[in-house]
């Protein structure tokens, strides 16, 4: 069983910067494809961000491009999500997801993920 857990969200003020990162266990964390999600109240769970097995082409939601990064560090089993430039728009709880895929690219949906952590929240302060 792969557990996921994220941390690093929390209060930030709009056009601040704040890191999530996303531990997942497992030997074999180098055959997950990562990704990142998120919910804001109301509304549906929205694909953010992803990264392939092979840490290669990343992949971003329009909404959050040239703002968000994710990153990966085999060593660690551990993914990041580095926000930037952060709006009110962005405060949601932020879901991590992985799944076993060491092959082709990746999914922005959330029927693609096996594994999901319980969500961080991030609130974007005017």
């Known amino acids: 069983q792969v557990q996921v857990v994220e941390s690093g969200g929390g209060l930030v003020q709009a056009g601040g910067s704040l890191r999530l990162s996303c531990a997942a266990s497992?030997?074999?964390?180098?055959?997950?494809?990562l990704a990142w999600f998120r919910r804001a109240p109301g509304a549906e769970t929205e694909f953010v961000a992803a990264?392939?097995?092979?840490?290669?082409?990343?992949y971003y939601a329009d909404s959050v491009k040239g703002r968000f990064t994710i990153s990966r560090d085999n060593a660690n089993n551990t993914a990041y999500l580095q926000m930037s430039s952060l709006k009110l728009e962005d405060t949601a709880v932020y879901y991590c997801?992985?799944?076993?895929?060491?092959?082709?690219?990746?999914?922005?949906?959330?029927?693609?993920?096996?594994?999901w952590g319980q969500g961080t929240q991030v609130t974007v302060s005017s």
């Open positions: 997801a992985a799944v076993d895929r060491p092959y082709g690219s990746v999914s922005k949906a959330v029927s693609g993920y096996d594994y």
């Open positions: 497992g030997r074999t964390f180098s055959r997950y494809s």
């Open positions: 990264i392939p097995y092979s840490g290669g082409r990343t």
